[in-house]
């Protein structure tokens, strides 16, 4: 039982509750045991007066709109960029201190973009904005992995590939890629709903993920590396991506090819990936040891295998990485962050 009644617990939040990522932040909260005074379950009028379970008590969910934040100390927003834009400020005023697993204010400068294994220092005040972001899915395996190997060996250039699972769109997005599925597996020539996905997800693979920019490349690949220059402090860091949509329900992978300033040691970026937290790395070379989102183990862990160094360039190598874009790329962070405040009395 995590609900206390020590006064210096945090009342907490969480905006999205019946969504994809606010589910896992209850089951997070009751599997880490993670301490609260109080709770409040909070999602759009659709979802208000439903019941949810939180440590075995039913809490009734409130409509966001109207909802009041004072008696609120940190409210976690996972309920889209247009809801965080409209209600996050609302919240701060109110007293509350934000985490946002939106992109609404990931470049604010006075909001700090947290990965907390990576930058927790971050953390050690409360921000001047009252928000606290939580990266992109895929931004922080990444840069879990980057920090290290800029330290040993400086980073040249990193071109990482994604390859997205539909559970990023939440809810409606793995509803909408197995009903496109059944209906491909019915009739071949059909492709099915391409709401959440365009076109259509199943039996594909789709190239563009978030809105597309003037420059060809899309948001979700401009967050990627706008987001690991901020989260690692290294604001000319050449990261460039391309993102793509896979038929996977959960977990994202990515291939890294990352090229170095000076030439690497396979056994040594071995150690030192292994040695990181919560990091485990699957070295043996045989085709069934290599993660994929569906076997990769540890649902906490980022995986990383098929590490291998260019027979071509002593500097370049490539880095296949799985992680669970719910847990890691989204509530594990953000619940790892409240626990870092907690931890340096913040919150
Ligand atoms: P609801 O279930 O009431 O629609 P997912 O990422 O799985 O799609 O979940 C999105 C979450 O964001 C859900 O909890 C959803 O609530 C919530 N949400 C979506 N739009 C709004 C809104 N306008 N106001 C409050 N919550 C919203």
Redo the contacts with the bound molecule.
């Keep these: 039982m995590t609900l206390v009644s020590d006064p210096s617990a945090p009342r907490i939040t969480l905006?999205?509750?019946?969504?994809?990522?606010?589910?896992t932040l209850i089951r997070l909260i009751e599997e880490r045991g993670f301490r609260y005074r109080g709770i409040s379950l909070?999602?759009?009028?659709?979802?208000?007066g439903?019941e949810m379970t939180v440590d075995g008590r039913s809490h009734r969910?409130h409509?966001?709109?109207g909802f009041d934040f004072s008696d609120t100390d940190v409210a976690f927003f996972?309920?889209?960029g247009?809801?965080s834009e409209?209600?996050v400020p609302t919240a701060v005023a109110q007293g509350a201190l934000v985490i946002d697993n939106t992109s609404a204010f990931r470049m604010d400068p006075d909001t700090p973009l947290v990965v907390p294994q990576v930058n927790a220092h971050e953390l050690d005040r409360r921000p001047a904005s009252g928000v606290i972001a939580n990266p992109n899915c895929s931004t922080i395996p990444l840069v879990r992995l980057l920090q290290t190997i800029e330290e040993r060996w400086g980073i040249r250039q990193a071109v990482v590939s994604t390859y997205q699972a539909a559970?990023g769109?939440?809810?409606?997005?793995?509803a909408e890629l197995y009903e496109a599925s059944r209906i491909s597996l019915e009739d071949h020539e059909a492709m099915g709903p391409d709401e959440e996905f365009t076109p259509s997800l199943a039996f594909n693979v789709v190239p563009s993920i978030d809105r597309l920019l003037d420059n060809g490349f899309t948001f979700e690949e401009q967050k990627m590396l706008q987001e690991s220059r901020k989260i690692l402090g290294l604001p000319h860091l050449d990261v460039t991506t391309t993102c793509v949509r896979v038929p996977v329900v959960n977990g994202h992978s990515e291939a890294a090819w990352i090229e170095c300033h000076n030439p690497v040691d396979r056994e040594e970026i071995v150690r030192r990936l292994a040695a990181l937290s919560e990091v485990t790395v699957h070295d043996e070379v045989t085709v069934g040891a290599f993660p994929t989102p569906r076997t990769a183990g540890h649902p906490d862990h980022v995986h990383v295998g098929r590490i291998r160094v260019s027979p071509q360039n002593p500097r370049g190598f490539w880095l296949w990485i799985v992680a669970d874009n719910v847990r890691i790329g989204a509530a594990l962070n953000a619940i790892q962050i409240a626990e870092a405040l907690t931890e340096r009395g913040v919150l």
């Design positions: 905006v999205g509750a019946t969504g994809a990522v606010g589910n909070v999602a759009s009028a659709r979802s208000a439903r969910v409509d966001l709109d996972s309920a889209g247009s809801v409209k209600w559970s769109r939440g809810h409606s997005g793995v």
